[in-house]
Structure formats: structure tokens, C-alpha cells
């Protein structure tokens, strides 16, 4: 029996390398390339799969670098993305990359492998605020918070994707909560709300369940969620977050979070992505589990002692409270009620 010829762009990304570690188990079933923008990060993260994989380094917005791999291909896992918070900072870059990098990306495959099925990754940051309205559906209105960069390329590679000839799935992602460097972006979620994770090991489970569920999945759109038992408040997951990495209890002044505009909520529609394709494993407290195991008891000795540094280090990120005490309308108005 042939292998199914797989098309993964973004494997170095928190989500995308997870998927190839999955999917290099399956080599029997599976030939994989890997499309790549070559660096010391990712060149260091790929190098374990450099005899399992093809990997093909170019730029995804270079027609002849995605011309290379879009020959004969059945399936297209497309991850590679610039996110928050450099798509905020940098909105050219983002709008490049993921918009017209999808486009490039599309228009190969029409050209190349018209037939092949593609999985794409968009984001929960889709629907916009919603702690007023957390329950979120589907076909609820795409509003993106103001200034929400990387969410405005979601919705327009989205729309690219549709209307294009290929058969496709799009799955909308959660907050994706694993390797994760913390940033100024955790000052920009306001403490109420409703937060519903997602692993990178079930977030990756999905696509790769997903290879052989196409027929359930072709011209439709999901809500990718870890589900009722990955939900939390935002302040609990913080306070917990704290006292796993020997932090204590989070002590942050007044206004360091914002109040609105951001995004964030839990998906009423989950199930039924998980339904078809039995993907979660992890809960909230596996997942907390999985970081208590990471933070060791001297790295946690360690972070107690230079406690009060990293606090003023990390409140020195908050955009919110920097903006409150600067007195600038636009930015208050932007974060505060």
C-alpha cells in the first residue's frame, strides 16, 4: 500500500512539532515533508527528524521555496504562522506571512496537488471580546478585538481558504497552553475570564486523527477546545500558574490587567470536533501536573529567592497599567472600562 504524501509548514512551532512527533510514529502509513523557514531555533528543534522527514527550508512567501513542496501531496497540515505577541508589534510581517503566505501556499496546491485536503489552524482571538457573551458557537459574528493584529490575518487567510478549489477543514484553536514564554500579552487578558486550554499534545492529536476523517470534516469549520474539564478563570489559572512556579500568590498593582479587549472563552460547540475525532486526553489538572513535573525544586528555590525581581520585571511588561498611569485616552480606552 502507497503512503499518503503529508505537507506540514510551521513544524517548529509549539503545535506544529508536536504534530510531527505524532506523526513520525506512523512512518508506515505516512511519507512527511516538512516546510520550514530555516533558523538556529528551528533548525535545532527539526534536527531530531532530519532521517525520519524530509524537511525543505524556504519562505512561504516565496513562490518558488512553496513550489517545492506542493507536488503530489494529499494532505496539507498548514501551521506556519506569525503570532501575538510579534504579529501585534510587527502587523506588516503578520499580514505577510499569513495571509499572503496561505494565498501562495493555496494557489500551489490548486496549481500542483489540486486534489489534496488541507487542515488549517486559526485562533479562538477570531470571535473577539467575549466576556460579556462567553459562550462561543461557530457561527457566532467574527469580531476582533481592537488592535488584534494577528486575529484580522486569521480572518482573512479563513477567507482565502474557502473560497479556494481545495478541499478543506479549519480548525479554530483555544488558548494553547504548553511551551509558552510568558509576555506582555498576560496583562492584556482581563482576570474574569472564562479560559478554556488545549495541550499541545491533544491540540496535535486533533490534526493527526484528522487525516483519515475527511469525509466528517471536508467545508467545515471547528471550535478546537480542551473542553469542560480544561476550563478555568483566567485569575485561578494565574494563581496557580504562580504557586507551581514558586512565585507565591500573584501581587500585581491596580490596572496591570486589562479590563476588555481581548478574547478568550469557552466553546459551546466543542464536542463536537472531539466527537469525530477523540483527541483530548489532558484536563486542567493533568495539565498542571505536567508543570509541576517541569519546575523542579531548584529551579523553585531559585525563582523564590529572586522573587521580587521577577515581579517587577514582569510588571514592567503590563501595556495596561503603563498606559494608566501615562494618562493617554486612547490607550485607557483601549484596556479599562
Not at 504579529?87 to 494557489?107: F, H, Q, Y
Not at 511551551?179 to 499534545?201: Q, V
Request: include cysteine.
Amino acid at each position: 500500500m502507497s503512503k499518503k504524501e503529508i505537507l506540514l509548514t510551521g513544524a517548529s512551532g509549539t503545535v506544529g512539532l508536536e504534530v510531527l512527533k505524532q506523526l513520525s510514529k506512523q512512518l508506515d502509513k505516512y511519507s512527511i515533508t516538512v516546510f520550514d523557514k530555516k533558523s538556529k531555533k528551528s533548525y535545532k528543534k527539526l534536527k531530531p527528524f532530519r532521517n525520519k522527514v524530509e524537511i525543505i527550508w524556504g519562505d512561504i512567501i516565496d513562490n518558488n521555496d512553496i513550489e517545492k513542496v506542493s507536488h503530489k501531496k494529499k494532505i496539507v497540515i498548514h501551521l506556519a504562522a506569525i503570532i501575538p505577541p510579534l504579529a501585534d508589534k510587527e502587523p506588516d510581517l503578520s499580514w505577510k506571512i499569513n495571509v499572503e503566505g496561505t494565498k501562495n501556499l493555496i494557489e500551489s496546491l490548486e496549481k500542483y496537488s489540486p486534489n489534496s485536503f488541507l487542515l488549517y489552524s486559526s485562533s479562538i482571538s477570531v470571535y473577539g471580546d467575549r466576556l460579556k457573551i462567553p459562550w462561543i458557537k461557530v457561527g457566532d459574528s467574527l469580531i476582533p478585538s481592537k488592535d488584534d493584529e494577528y486575529a484580522v490575518t486569521k480572518i482573512a487567510a479563513e477567507k482565502i481558504i474557502k473560497n479556494s478549489k481545495l478541499d478543506w477543514t479549519i480548525f479554530r484553536l483555544t488558548a494553547i497552553m504548553g511551551e509558552h514564554k510568558i509576555s506582555e500579552l498576560m496583562f492584556h487578558m482581563p482576570l474574569d475570564t472564562p479560559l478554556e486550554i488545549a495541550t499541545p499534545e491533544d491540540t496535535a492529536r486533533a490534526f493527526v486523527n484528522a487525516l483519515n476523517k475527511k469525509e466528517q470534516l471536508s467545508k467545515k469549520i471547528f471550535n478546537l477546545g480542551g473542553g469542560e474539564k480544561c476550563r478555568i478563570k483566567y485569575k485561578d489559572f494565574l494563581d496557580i500558574s504562580f504557586k507551581i512556579a514558586g512565585l507565591g500568590k500573584p501581587d500585581f498593582p491596580e490596572k496591570a490587567f486589562a479590563e476588555k479587549n481581548f478574547h478568550c472563552g469557552y466553546y459551546a460547540d466543542g464536542d463536537e470536533l472531539e466527537n469525530i475525532l477523540h483527541f483530548r486526553k489532558d484536563t486542567i489538572k493533568s495539565y498542571f501536573e505536567k508543570q509541576k513535573e517541569k519546575s523542579g525544586h531548584c529551579q523553585k528555590f531559585l525563582t523564590y529567592i529572586f522573587k521580587r525581581f521577577i515581579i517587577k520585571q514582569l510588571i514592567s511588561k503590563s501595556e495596561p497599567l503603563r498606559s494608566y498611569l501615562s494618562k493617554n485616552i486612547d490607550s485607557i480606552q483601549r484596556f479599562f472600562n
